[in-house]
């Protein structure tokens, strides 16, 4: 979750016929898109993220005329055009008949923007964790009967998952635990930690069928 | 049986269910009029090879309840070689298994698994303008059938996937609204087809035979359950007769014993000369409904749970009327045969059925220019109204007929929008009646503004003159009305009345019924009186002179 880029998601309701080859409904098309980036831009600024670090996602929520529920089509970037527009209007026909197996030769309508604002934000370098030669021994703190179900009971060992480090091997039946998840390890699979604290689980062949 | 394992026969059904579901969504999504895609004025369901249901569907149970005869009708009509993969039928005719009105259109499409017919997809939906005389296609003088539409005889729409592009044009040629009819059309074809694609997916998952034993385990387990409610019901011969608010009587005897419910609805006025008929079809609906009602609302419903069900009908009769009769307004007979079999049986059941409601469609059409664009509008909408108290708690205030069941009605915004009226008032009826130990729900006002000159409107409603009926002593319930307020003062009352012209400043108030009351009012805690007085619910007086309660 925290290796994920700032994302923000804009809606713009606009009803206005969906025409490329007429000026007023593409200007109202490329209004829409203006504002909507306008906006996010400003509110990344203040975040002190620059302009030229938002990228910008635009979908058009478009629809036959008279209908009521609208389909989202990726509006290609650059300037709004009618090629642009055509271009939009033959996802929307395609898009339409791969999810209700059929298309219309009726006027369509723009029923508004959704623009997908994104901004990137510095990673963070994973850094590899320090070996201090515990055994598993160590970070088992206790044993319990577990029924695996098809596998059957067994007793297992219980691991504190925040005392294990690289480069520790053991085998299931087992249960890892951690603040943020139990991990389950059936009996035969075996467990082994990377450099970066990652949990490696190969699966005996009883496990896999 | 044995063979298959019983989870996986459970998984099947309840993927039935979500494929009614899936294609009612689709149907919702595409549709181009509000009657369809706000007011849910439709339903969706699937057969098995033979036409029997195999689940409950999704929408409108009197819609869902069509949909099987429709099945069974095209396979009387078609010879099987000629029903073929990728086929889409279309009904709306009574005598071709349209089962209700012209407006219904229903479209049915047959599923194969290598080359074997295994299921039908199907749907149903009220189109605004299928032709016919008037505007929305419902006259409530038409006296032919003829004036009511185009007649759809159960013909392929679609022929091994190749749209039949003749009979469309022709439809559209006929329709007031015919970029409605093509939206709303496609619609349909779209949830019957994606209905099609999931069964196959499921059957390519959980193999054919499965499939099959699947549909047929499940209508045998609806069955049992109907059977197993039916031998809890009190046994004997039940008759009831009721005068309408056109003059005529209606009768009904029911006779239940352990292993069957016969409905005997022979005894009946000859088919109307005007368009208040139903079809043998729709009558069984009606009765299928109140059956249900008595044998397990919440338990599954497929073709199953029928089969205890018999109804026994007179052709020519209004609940069996035969060709060329006007069907217009169907729903008001069906909904009466439906209140009428309830009212015969609910003093005998045990509270299993509550004091009468609204129980009317009261459907009403405006229409004219939208004063914004131009264009035609119609509104085609049913009403919410009050519902029937029962022993121990009060009725439901304003929700739609047991008929029309799970619809919703026209937000005031969108009705603003899409129709260029004014909504002046959505409120609950003010009105008196429906009081008792236990007090009926309350009807509905309505004011619609109309905004421009020449439009028009057409209301069929039943219960006008007649309230709800009350159970043990309560009170009936008030009536189902419309009034014209005229711009230039004056207001006329109608319950039937066709293309009356409307115009700007006009304003027309639906009113609909409060349910019928359960037990003596003098006997109602003295609590809830004083309850409903702050609620407004009742006047002081009012209160005093039926609930002896002072405040």
């Known amino acids: 979750m925290m290796m994920t880029d700032l994302r923000r998601d804009y809606f713009l309701t606009r009803l206005a016929p969906f025409d490329p080859h007429d000026e007023s409904a593409r200007q109202v098309v490329a209004d829409a898109i203006a504002e909507i980036e ?95 030669g515990r055994t598993p021994e160590v970070a088992r703190k206790s044993r319990r009967e577990i029924d695996f179900a098809l596998a059957g009971k067994h007793m297992s060992d219980i691991y504190d998952g925040d005392l294990l480090e690289p480069a520790m091997i053991f085998g299931g039946p087992a249960v890892i635990e951690t603040a943020g998840s139990t991990v389950v390890v059936h009996p035969g699979d075996r467990v082994e930690i990377d450099s970066y604290g990652n949990l490696h689980i190969e699966l005996s062949e009883g496990t896999k069928a | 049986m044995s063979s298959h394992d019983p989870i996986t026969l459970e998984i099947i059904q309840s993927s039935l269910q979500a494929i009614s579901d899936e294609m009612f969504v689709a149907m919702r999504k595409t ?75 229903v479209l049915l499409m047959p599923v194969f698994h290598a080359g074997r017919l295994i299921a039908w997809t199907a749907n149903i939906a009220h189109w605004n303008d299928v032709g016919g005389k008037v505007p929305g296609s419902m006259s409530t003088d038409a006296s032919e059938i003829f004036q009511e539409g185009v007649r759809l005889p159960a013909v392929k729409l679609i022929d091994r996937g190749q749209p039949n592009r003749a009979l469309m044009e022709v439809m559209k040629a006929n329709s007031r609204l015919p970029d409605f009819l093509e939206g709303d059309m496609w619609a349909g074809i779209a949830a019957v087809r994606i209905g099609a694609k999931r069964i196959n997916e499921l059957v390519a998952k959980y193999g054919v035979e499965t499939f099959l034993v699947a549909l047929d385990h499940y209508m045998d387990y609806g069955e049992k359950v109907a059977r197993q409610a ?179 009605n026209c937000p005031a915004e969108v009705a603003e929008a899409r129709y260029g009226v004014t909504v002046d008032r959505m409120t609950l009826s003010d009105e008196p009646g429906g009081e008792g130990r236990w007090r009926g729900g309350k009807g509905i006002k309505v004011d619609y503004r109309v905004r421009s000159d020449g439009s028009f409107l057409t209301v069929g409603y039943t219960r006008s003159k007649f309230g709800p009926w009350p159970l043990a002593g309560g009170v009936g319930g008030s009536t189902n009305y419309v009034e014209v307020l005229r711009k230039g003062g004056g207001c006329e009352r109608h319950s039937i009345v066709t293309a009356l012209r409307v115009n700007e400043g ?10 019928a009351g359960y037990g003596d009012p003098a006997e109602r805690d003295p609590e809830a009186v004083r309850d409903d007085i702050r609620n407004g619910y009742i006047t002081a007086e009012r209160a005093k002179e039926l609930h002896g309660i002072k405040t």
């Open chain 1, 38 to 132: 306008g906006l996010a831009r400003d509110q990344y600024l203040q975040e002190d993220i620059a302009a030229d670090q938002v990228k910008f996602t635009r979908l058009a929520k478009m629809r036959y005329a008279n209908q009521e529920h609208s389909v989202e089509v990726l509006l290609p970037d650059g300037t709004v055009t009618s090629e642009l527009l055509d271009q939009a209007a033959r996802e929307f026909h395609e898009q339409y008949e791969r999810e209700y197996t059929y298309r219309l030769d009726a006027p369509l309508e723009f029923v508004g923007l959704h623009v997908i604002a994104v901004a990137e934000v510095g990673k963070l370098t994973p850094a590899i964790l320090p070996v201090t």
């Open chain 2, 31 to 105: 549709a181009m009029s509000a009657i369809i895609y706000e007011v849910l004025d439709m339903g969706t369901g699937i057969t098995d090879a033979q036409g029997n249901l195999a689940s409950s569907g999704a929408g409108i149970p009197a819609f869902v309840g069509v949909l099987d005869k429709a099945v069974q009708r095209v396979l009387e009509l078609h010879d099987p070689a000629d029903i073929r993969e990728g086929d889409i039928f279309a009904t709306n005719d009574p005598h071709f298994g349209g089962v209700t009105h012209l407006n219904d259109v």
């Open chain 2, 230 to 408: 039916l031998k809890s019901l009190p046994k004997g011969s039940f008759s009831f007769e009721e005068e309408q608010d056109n003059g005529l009587v209606y009768r009904v005897r029911v006779d239940i014993s352990d292993d069957a419910f016969i409905v005997d609805i022979r005894d009946n006025p000859d088919q109307d000369v005007g368009p208040n008929n139903a079809c043998r079809d729709g009558a069984i609906i009606a009765a299928q409904m109140v059956f249900k009602s008595l044998t397990g609302g919440d338990e599954i419903t497929n073709g199953g749970t029928f089969r205890p069900l018999q109804v026994l009908t007179r052709r020519g009769s209004v609940f069996d009327a035969e060709e060329r009769a006007a069907f217009g307004f169907y729903y008001e007979v069906e909904v009466r045969l439906y209140d009428l079999i309830w009212r015969c049986l609910a003093p005998h059941v045990g509270g299993l059925l509550p004091s009468g409601h609204f129980a009317s469609i009261c459907g009403t059409v405006l229409g004219g220019l939208h004063p914004d664009t131009g264009n035609h509008y119609t509104i085609v909408e049913p009403q919410i109204g009050g519902w029937g108290a029962y022993e121990g708690r009060d009725g439901n205030t304003a929700i739609f007929s047991g008929f029309h069941g799970e619809t919703y």
């Open chain 2, 506 to 515: 006009d304003v027309i108030r639906v009113v609909t019924a409060n349910g």
